[in-house]
């Protein structure tokens, strides 16, 4: 093998990876913000884990964190910058 095609396999390589990152970041971040969501505005919900466990200020808190994290997740995989 040529020092050019094993560039070119590199490249194509990191291009695959990339796009393989990219997408498992667009799922985790989704997957992210919903559950941020769902702790955010879980007090609207009528479901038995508001009973046994009812919200408070760390479950809005934890939920605002999540949509960030998740937002971020989203934002790299957008981006790609995983070799650079």
């Known amino acids: 093998m040529s020092i050019k095609s094993n560039e070119e396999y590199e490249q194509q390589r990191n291009k695959q990876v990339s796009k393989m990152?990219?997408?498992?970041?667009?799922?985790?971040?989704?997957l992210i913000i919903f559950i941020g969501?769902?702790?955010?505005?879980?007090?609207?919900?009528?479901?038995?884990?508001?009973?046994?466990?009812?919200p408070d200020i760390f479950d809005k808190i934890y939920g605002i964190l999540a949509i960030l994290y998740g937002s971020w997740r989203l934002y790299r995989g957008y981006k790609?910058?995983?070799?650079k």
Do not use: A, C, Q, W
């Open 21 to 30: 990152r990219s997408m498992f970041d667009y799922v985790m971040g989704t």
């Open 37 to 54: 969501l769902f702790l955010l505005f879980r007090f609207m919900l009528d479901i038995r884990l508001n009973k046994l466990y009812p």
């Open 80 to 83: 790609k910058n995983y070799f």
